[in-house]
């Protein structure tokens, strides 16, 4: 029996290839770039010509899906995830990475049918790294399996996450000081490439062994969860109980006893939820 779901996803990835393309062509040029809700936030033309690439693709095969897309969410559009098929899109994650042409640069897609994600695809277009994941079917770099490093000990670890400017004070003052307390554990060290998406994926391949982050939204993560949940790894809420796509945090990580000693040495600060359009 034909699959849909599989069919969608062998389209998605020939859509996400030529939006690669694109991406690597920009770099080759002068970057126009431009200002969203504050200095660091940060969105140019090729986000947009790449994201109305990827839909318009789409929507010429699946006319009926639903779509949640960062620069369409950005001018207007709703961040409500239904029961309906959907698909949710980071065109360019890393923006500020493409900008200062720095190789962490991702295109994320993520597919949900009744709020479940089914499959998710990050491709790391720099690099030429094409991640892949199906429920239930493994994930996959370039069509090579991936698992997890399995790391137990946070002592031995690699933890990534990101240090972005927050314009509130005490905001910025926790960030700062849950960095301080993961360092202190101690642990091999703190990494911050630039794309939550591309951090998702290398805790999935065993590079990093756990990824945590308050403030991003479902369009960063959606993708990375198909992939670090098929490579064998923990997902779960930054405050240790279950994921929720729309929360706009979460903690990835090897194994559940390093997700878990991340929740509790962490402090969180709110962020919203996607659902309710917060920014």
Known sequence: MTDPWQECMDHCIEVTKKAGKMIREALQKDISVMQKSSPTDLVTETDQKVEQLIISSIKE???????????????????????????????????????HRFSFVSVSIGFTVKKEIEFG????????KMYTARKGKGAFCNGAPIKVSKQEDISQSLV????????????????LANIRAILTIPVHGIRSPGSAAINMCLVACGSADAYYHMGIHCWDMAGGVAVITEAGGVIMDIMGGPFDLMSRRLIVASSRAIAERIAKEITVFDVGRDDTNSR
């Open 61 to 99: 095969k699946y006319p009926t899906h639903s779509f949640i897309g960062e620069e369409s969410v950005a001018a207007g559009a709703p961040s409500i995830l239904t029961d309906h098929p959907t698909w949710i899109i980071d065109p360019i994650d890393g923006t500020t990475n493409f900008v």
């Open 160 to 175: 990534l996450t990101e240090m972005g400017y927050k314009k509130d004070p005490v905001t910025f003052q926790t960030m």
């Open 121 to 128: 695809i990050v491709y790391s277009c720099i690099e030429d």
